[in-house]
Every structure is written in structure tokens, then in C-alpha cells.
């Protein structure tokens, strides 16, 4: 994965620019729908804060170009856990967050897809963020022998 820092001026504007268009893929597409997790039967819903947590998070070109395919993310993604809310802000002590996990492929290389998703009471279940990891293959532990 490729983060962009400390890039020259006009290689950063068209990363900048690369992720906004990106951004306005998402929140065309995605932005107040819900989606059905297939695996846990939970409607996940889409909000601009959600979208706006991932752009002001998002340092990669994969991770960028992740955002638009948040609806399949969404539906296919596997439970990983429940967390408590460690650093509640007023009125949002009983928020909770459940983790799931996704293998994504961009330009021929797939990603581990960590999603959080914020449940809050009244509201349901919303999409928080989502990260990508890179899959490090562990060499065979076996000995192959003639």
C-alpha cells in the first residue's frame, strides 16, 4: 500500500483529487441507505459522518478506491467482535461498536478489511469506518522432503 506523505505538491493534488472523487461516489451511491448483513441479519446503515470519518482517515489510493465497494463490504463482511464506546462523548455512553471482517481485492491485490460500525440506541446500526490491512503470507511450516 502506497501512503501518501511528504509527496511533491502536484502528485498529492491528484490524490487529493483522486479521493474526493471517490467521496462523491460514496455519498451518491451510499449515503442514507441501509444495508443488510447477510451473515448476521443486521441493517447497517450509511451516514455522512460515517463517510466523512473515512475521508479524513483515508492516506492510500487502495484505501480510497475501497470506499466504493462499501455496499458489498457491508452485506458480506464476517463478525468479528463487540467493543465498548472508551471514549463516549456526552449523551453517547451506551454506544457500542462491532467489528467485522472483509477480503477486498484492488488492482489484483487483496486486503484484510477491518469495518466498524457504531451501534447507538434510537438509531440502529451505522457504518463507522473501515481500514485496510495487507495480508503478509506466512511461509509453510512444513519440510518437504525428497
Not at 449515503?31 to 447497517?44: A, D, E, H
Not at 446503515?45 to 479524513?56: A, I, M, P, Q
Not at 465498548?84 to 491485490?109: Q, S, V, W
Amino acid at each position: 500500500m502506497t501512503i501518501i506523505k511528504n509527496l511533491p505538491q502536484e502528485e498529492y493534488e491528484q490524490f487529493k483529487a483522486f479521493k474526493t472523487s471517490c467521496f462523491a461516489y460514496a455519498k451518491e451511491h451510499f449515503q442514507g441507505k441501509s444495508f443488510l448483513n447477510g451473515k448476521r441479519k443486521v441493517l447497517i446503515k450509511v451516514s455522512r459522518t460515517g463517510l466523512n470519518e473515512w475521508f479524513s482517515k483515508t492516506k492510500t489510493y487502495e484505501q480510497a478506491e475501497s470506499i466504493k465497494y462499501l455496499d458489498e463490504m457491508l452485506k458480506k463482511a464476517v463478525y468479528n467482535h463487540l467493543a465498548k464506546n472508551e471514549h463516549p462523548k456526552r449523551g453517547d455512553e451506551l454506544a457500542t461498536f462491532d467489528y467485522y471482517d472483509y477480503k477486498l481485492t484492488i488492482n489484483g491485490k487483496t486486503y484484510a478489511v477491518v469495518l466498524t460500525v457504531k451501534n447507538v440506541r434510537g438509531q440502529g446500526s451505522i457504518y463507522y469506518h473501515h481500514f485496510l490491512k495487507d495480508i503478509k503470507t506466512e511461509p509453510s511450516s512444513s519440510m518437504i522432503q525428497p
